[in-house]
């Protein structure tokens, strides 16, 4: 999601995002470089941009995970009509692509079609958090404006037609395939913890030294989400440190 995830810097505690959560609006120099043109990303693409191989999809939402969760999991690919199950699993975890939409609605790439992010959610997860995930797809594949998605969810929340997230909410991010932004790539490996709305503190989030982190910006859904990066991808490789 077309997020900018600066760097530690001494003395300032780091603001990262991760696609779907919180990202910056812009790359850096980004209004430099679009002066006098229209920038990207302000519409969505062609439907089947988005879309992929169902096999290929299969493999990069497993990816989310290690083989010993994921492997067994539920899997989600996504068709012109929305998510549907490709392979029903025993376990309860639920791995899925999620496409750029699931970006901040301030993000400069909330309609980037090269996004993938692979993601697989712990069964308290799978009730409650995947649920967003699902609306907003239905959204956007309705044609609806990046404007109209966020009244809506708002609204959904409001009725009380969406979940909290369920206590013990948690998923792994931890492809080295996945594509999360133009400047990103597939940032670092991490888990990612859903709960109720909460302050970075709570979590010691974005202390100096500490490694949850956070980022601020407010979102439609009623959670936040701290993230904790891990040192190795889910093939068991050695993953880049923060």
Request: include cysteine; hydrophobic fraction near 40%.
């Amino acid at each position: 999601m077309n997020r900018h995830i600066p760097h530690r810097s001494a003395g300032a505690p780091a603001r990262f995002a991760v696609f779907w959560v919180l990202s910056a609006v812009a790359t850096a120099g980004a209004a430099g470089d679009l002066a006098g043109r229209e920038a990207p990303y302000t519409r969505m693409a062609p439907l089947e941009q988005y879309l992929m191989d169902p096999s290929a999809e299969i493999a990069l939402a497993r990816s989310a995970a290690p083989a010993a969760i994921s492997a067994t999991a539920t899997i989600l690919t996504l068709k012109p009509q929305g998510y549907e199950t490709a392979v029903t699993g025993t376990n309860g975890f639920t791995c899925v692509v999620e496409r750029s939409w699931m970006a901040p609605f301030d993000s400069a790439e909330f309609w980037n079609p090269k996004m993938r992010a692979p993601i697989c959610y712990n069964p308290s997860a799978s009730r409650s958090i995947l649920k967003y995930t699902l609306k907003r797809t239905e959204l956007a594949l309705s044609g609806d404006s990046r404007e109209r998605m966020l009244d809506e969810m708002r609204g959904a929340f409001a009725r009380n037609e969406l979940p909290q997230p369920e206590p013990g909410a948690m998923s792994f991010m931890m492809s080295r395939d996945g594509y999360l932004g133009d400047a990103q790539g597939h940032w670092h490996s991490h888990l990612m913890f859903h709960v109720p709305k909460a302050a970075a503190a709570t979590w010691g989030a974005n202390a100096p030294g500490s490694p949850v982190v956070l980022d601020e910006r407010p979102t439609p859904e009623p959670q936040t989400i701290f993230l904790v990066p891990v040192g190795h991808w889910s093939d068991g490789t050695e993953a880049p440190a923060l």
